[in-house]
């Protein structure tokens, strides 16, 4: 770890005499990247943040949202990008353990996760092998704390191959209440550790995370990944629990990026007040650690709370009770923040620095933007039949049925919609609610048209929502992207985090929190702007209609078509290119009409048209038992990629019409039938599979990795 100069010579300035080398790493670390956002925040203010369900917003380890006056949810996302190339089982692990950390700490119950996934192509074994790991790390993890991951996303593309991303985002549940902030409340208040023993993993993760990988990352910052323990994490949420319920925390905020330095400075940061630490009050799983290793390892598994005097001893009893270690390590002051530490020598300070400068003073970057254009027309001929297989068959529209299978996804007895749908529902039986979650992104739309592609990223979250009758309430935010240094990297990822924004206001769905990930380059080349969103809703009931056909109804697609092939996996397969499709001017109209149609007592089946086309849709719509015979005039109406549509099966077709009159076309394209297969007429061709067929393309995954 190195301070650069220009912030060694900015720090030096503000504190009148050179920083020592503990200060100097706090200082590398809190300024980086990954903590400052020093190259993003200038464009984070696109985002509207506000509105009145709205309870907290951006800036605390989780947004809070109210479903009520008295019922909160909690939203947060997370990356571990590096982490996951290094050692993906740890990294992928101890992201999930992160973003529920960030739950805790504003008083909330974690529960529900979604992960984002994008990885290199699917036939390349290296690939294969952080695929593997990743979604074993994060299984493991989230089985073993009981929390369900409930939904997300995965896709491959080669621009991944160098970099995997894992994007892991956590609804919570609290109460007004409850709530707890990470902001430090008064001078003379106690800051005490609970949780695991800080060992040497993770040092210098903040840093690590803020530059290109190496050729030998995968051994040469082994040490900058954190090691999990699930049942610790089991056991500091119960914990966590009981201490709010008995109003023992004043605030509060996880060990993450920085460790206890990042946390501790934070927190009283935020509350404009500074600290006096111990660092030998700390209690260490490994002997003999200096101060740098005890301010900045990012051992997993902890939090700081400030604590009134008085409850000091009640939160130490509930931390043995839970079998946690318990330091009280210094106090909320009105000063500086400092640290001391005497090892085995005498007593120094190692840290004397103004907490908010430490905190919020690092300067933004101004980097070049090199604005993206889309490609021209040139459309393949390609042979209907063979695409068709190819793009039903393909790994990202594939059924990622091996990997949810691997997931808890019903621990807690909330979910009431399963992993494998549009979105996923839970039940927030408090409220008399369902929360629906959806959560992804769609590298290929980005990578050809990063404003247009991210608006159609938050256009087709939206939608998988309205398909399952949910309302939008609010979202969170996973902005990757590569090195922005490079003027054509920071122009795409400029473009996508403004498309992403536009969309969002048009559906007045408030972006309250999120992630910034940057310097995602390596040998490789950089990943395309990655604009992954996590969206939640509100539904009446805890179901919703399902995705596939019941064999009684008509089909109507719903919605306009946006009239291009670009970012298609059809033309990923056929070659050629195209611009993006055309979104519709008034997509909240139509999301609303779509919502509305599908809770109507006629509507038999709804699923959202996106990745795939309507190929995938309707492929997708097929059951054992029940069918789908379609007629489509070309190949263009069959792969084109336009979100803001959906397929509805319904026994009342004028019903349906009528919901949508002056909002979007319906068209009428086919019936459902009693027999499990897909009959498809494009134009004057006719193509045949059955539902045996149809699951054999789309188990590509499942039985490659068997």
Not at 10 to 19: K, N, S
Not at 39 to 56: K, M, N, T, W, Y
Not at 233 to 262: F, T, Y
Not at 428 to 449: C, D, M, N, Q, Y
């Amino acid at each position: 770890m190195s301070l650069p100069d220009a912030d060694r010579e900015l720090v030096t300035a503000e504190l009148g005499r050179d920083p020592t080398p503990a200060e100097a790493a706090l200082f590398e670390n809190l300024w980086s990247e990954h903590c400052a956002y020093r190259s993003s925040r200038p464009l984070l203010g696109a985002f509207e943040s506000e509105g009145d369900q709205v309870v907290i917003g951006p800036g605390d380890d989780a947004a809070v949202v109210a479903l009520d006056d008295e019922t909160y949810v909690t939203l947060g996302i997370e990356s571990h990008n590096h982490p996951s190339y290094v050692d993906p089982f740890d990294g992928a692990a101890t992201g999930v353990g992160g973003i529920v950390r960030d739950t805790m700490s504003m008083g909330a119950y974690p529960v529900a996760l979604t992960d984002s996934l994008y990885f290199g192509e699917f036939d390349r074994e290296h690939s294969r092998y952080l695929f593997e790991g990743v979604v074993e790390g994060i299984s493991h993890y989230g089985n073993c704390i009981g929390v369900p991951t409930v939904g997300g996303s995965v896709a491959f593309h080669e621009g991944y191959e160098g970099n995997p991303l894992v994007n892991v985002a956590c609804l919570g549940l609290t109460s007004a209440d409850r709530l707890v902030t990470a902001v430090a409340q008064e001078p003379g208040n106690k800051l005490v550790l609970v949780g695991n023993g800080t060992g040497r993993d993770g040092l210098g993760g903040a840093s690590f995370a803020s530059e290109d990988l190496a050729a030998n990352a995968e051994t040469k910052d082994r040490p900058a990944v954190q090691v999990g323990d699930p049942y610790a994490e089991k056991r500091l949420i119960e914990a966590n629990e009981q201490l709010v319920d008995e109003r023992l925390l004043v605030s509060a905020r996880d060990l993450g990026a920085a460790g206890l330095g990042g946390a501790s400075s934070e927190l009283v940061a935020k509350g404009g007040l500074g600290a006096d630490i111990d660092l030998d009050a700390v209690h260490q799983r490994e002997p003999n650690m200096n101060a740098l290793e005890i301010l900045l390892a990012e051992s997993q598994e902890r939090m700081c709370y400030e604590v009134r005097p008085e409850d000091v001893e009640r939160v130490a009893a509930i931390a043995e009770r839970f079998d946690l270690g318990c330091s009280v390590i210094g106090d909320v002051t009105d000063g500086n923040y400092v640290c001391t530490f005497a090892g085995d020598g005498d007593r120094e300070t190692v840290v004397d620095v103004p907490a908010e400068y430490l905190a919020d003073g690092a300067p933004m970057n101004d980097l070049n933007a090199e604005a993206p254009s889309q490609p021209e027309r040139d459309l393949p001929d390609a042979d209907l039949g063979e695409a068709v297989k190819a793009v039903v068959g393909n790994p990202n529209t594939a059924s990622k049925r091996w990997v949810y299978r691997q997931y808890d996804h019903q621990v807690g007895t909330r979910t009431g919609v399963l992993p494998g749908d549009d979105a996923a529902v839970i039940a927030i039986r408090e409220a008399g609610l369902g929360v629906a979650l959806s959560a992804g992104a769609e590298p290929r739309w980005t990578e050809i048209a990063p404003y247009e592609g991210a608006r159609a990223v938050a256009l087709e979250n939206a939608t998988n929502l309205a398909a399952k009758g949910a309302t939008p309430l609010a979202a969170v935010d996973c902005l990757n992207g590569g090195n922005p240094e490079k003027p054509d990297v920071y122009g795409g990822f400029s473009a996508a985090v403004d498309g992403l924004a536009d969309m969002c206001a048009h559906l007045s769905v408030p972006v309250v929190g999120g992630n910034v990930s940057l310097y995602n380059d390596s040998a490789a080349g950089p990943i395309p702007p990655t604009p992954t969103l996590a969206m939640v809703g509100t539904t009446e009931g805890y179901t919703a209609p399902p995705a596939t056909v019941s064999g009684d109804g008509d089909l109507l697609l719903v919605g306009a078509t946006g009239g291009a092939l670009g970012g298609s996996e059809y033309l990923a397969h056929a070659g050629g290119s195209d611009r993006f499709p055309d979104l519709p001017d008034d997509a909240a109209s139509v999301l609303n009409a779509l919502a509305d149609v599908a809770g109507l007592e006629s509507t038999l089946a709804v699923h959202d048209v996106s990745h795939g086309g309507l190929a995938v849709t309707l492929a997708e719509m097929v059951g054992t038992d029940a069918g789908v015979e379609a007629t489509l005039a070309d190949d263009l109406a069959l792969f084109e990629e336009t979100p803001g549509r959906a397929v509805v099966e319904t026994a009342d077709p004028d019903a349906v019409r009528d919901a949508f009159d002056g909002v979007a076309p319906v068209e009428h394209i086919g019936t459902a039938t009693d027999e499990g297969a897909l009959s498809l007429t494009v134009g004057d061709e006719t193509l045949r599979y059955s539902a045996e067929r149809i699951r054999e393309l789309r188990s590509v995954i499942e039985r490659e990795l068997a």
